[in-house]
């Protein structure tokens, strides 16, 4: 998977955010092809968004009006999909869930690019909670094998 990195927005968690992920997007690409190989030679965008940006994307395409903290994009180009992250919601996350911020946000990347290579969470978890279980459990697998 080849990663390119975008930066929207300028507040200190999209700053850290752009460093961390500078410093680890190579060791991220090749762990995550070598446990999860649909998105192999794939070009995929991330890109760090604010808030507002972040909250009229969530509006729009999931009709839920509050910032999120990712949301995943298949397109048809040459880019295979977009990963768009909020910094400021993913800080806020790893606060609450008492998570160090850099974990919090290579946790919720994985779960971007896992979206991307077509695992699912949403719907009815009743009718099939092992599809659910195999992306929340690959998702820490990968998170792992980054430590």
């Excluded at 910094?87 to 008492?98: C, H, L, T």
């Excluded at 290579?106 to 279980?133: C, M």
Aim: proline share 3%; net charge negative.
């Amino acid at each position: 998977m080849i990663l390119y990195l975008f930066k929207s927005c300028d507040s200190k968690s999209c700053r850290e955010s752009y460093s961390i992920l500078t410093n680890r997007i190579k060791q991220l690409a090749r762990v995550f092809d070598a446990v999860e190989t649909s998105l192999e030679n794939k070009e995929l965008n991330i890109v760090l968004s604010g808030r507002s940006p972040m909250q009229a994307l969530n509006k729009s395409f999931r009709k839920v009006d509050r910032p999120t903290d990712v949301l995943s994009f298949p397109l048809d180009s040459q880019i295979y999909g977009e990963i768009w992250l909020c910094p400021d919601v993913i800080s806020d996350n790893a606060e609450q869930f008492g998570e160090e911020f850099e974990r919090e946000l290579l946790r919720i990347t994985i779960h971007g690019l896992l979206h991307l290579a077509g695992y699912d969470h949403t719907g009815h978890f009743v009718n099939s909670p092992s599809q659910k279980e195999k992306m929340f459990k690959l998702q820490e697998q990968i998170l792992e094998m980054l430590y």
